[in-house]
């Protein structure tokens, strides 16, 4: 089995493409060319990085056009720099 290890202070994530059709309130298909871009990923790897504040499964925001994108084995996946990555995804409580 393959897989992809980041090396030098990079982080791949898993980009997980939204194909739902969307519309405008009148109605009028967006074609994909027109959409804006996800900006979020799920960390899948990262390289050997000292006191990281993410580990694989963190869902993180990352920086507009960062990064490498890359098809392997069927996935779509994002190699971009530590330093891209703006914050980390969490989850929490309703007041």
Sequence with gaps: ?????PINQNVLLELTE????QRTASGIIIPDSA???QKVGKVVAISKIENA????GD???YKEFAGTEIEFEGKHFLLLPYSEI???VVE????
């Design 35 to 37: 959409k804006e871009k």
């Design 1 to 5: 089995m393959k897989e992809l290890q």
């Design 86 to 88: 703006l914050s980390k």
């Design 18 to 21: 939204n194909h739902a059709e």
């Design 59 to 61: 869902e993180v925001l």
């Design 92 to 95: 929490t409580e309703s007041v």
């Design 53 to 56: 504040e993410i580990v694989p």
